[in-house]
């Protein structure tokens, strides 16, 4: 079974940047969408980026021009740069990969493997 580590998480404050990564253990990566989503407490786990196999990417609204979705197939990993950086986007981060295309990508359904979280918290 494949695996999906996540790292780079971390304490930043309001208008800082953070790099998240993604490492997957899956043999199929190249062929599979890679997809960010987020969770607080008490609420659902959210989209926040994905890119598909053809590196075609899709944005929430609430971090399109501020976060960057990237992928490197030889690496099988994912990054995810977070610019400009609000209280609000405080949340575990969660990192996925399975056979989504197109803006199915967008749902958690799409994904056979996750992460297991890594935290971001911005201070003002």
């Known amino acids: 079974q494949g695996q999906v580590i996540e790292s780079g998480g971390g304490s930043v404050q309001v208008g800082g940047s953070l790099t998240l990564s993604c490492v997957a253990s899956?043999?199929?990566?190249?062929?599979?969408?890679v997809g960010w989503f987020r969770q607080t407490p008490g609420e659902e786990r959210n989209f926040v980026a994905s890119?598909?196999?053809?590196?075609?990417?899709y944005y929430a609204d609430s971090v399109k021009g501020r976060f960057t979705i990237s992928r490197d197939n030889a690496k099988t990993t994912s990054y995810l740069r977070m610019d400009q950086l609000k209280p609000e986007d405080t949340a575990i981060y969660y990192c996925?990969?399975?056979?989504?295309?197109?803006?199915?990508?967008?749902?958690?359904?799409?994904?056979?493997?996750w992460g297991q979280g890594t935290q971001v918290t911005v201070s003002s």
């Open positions: 899956v043999s199929k990566f190249s062929i599979y969408a």
């Open positions: 890119m598909t196999w053809a590196n075609v990417t």
């Open positions: 996925a990969t399975g056979p989504a295309s197109g803006g199915w990508s967008q749902r958690r359904g799409g994904y056979d493997y």
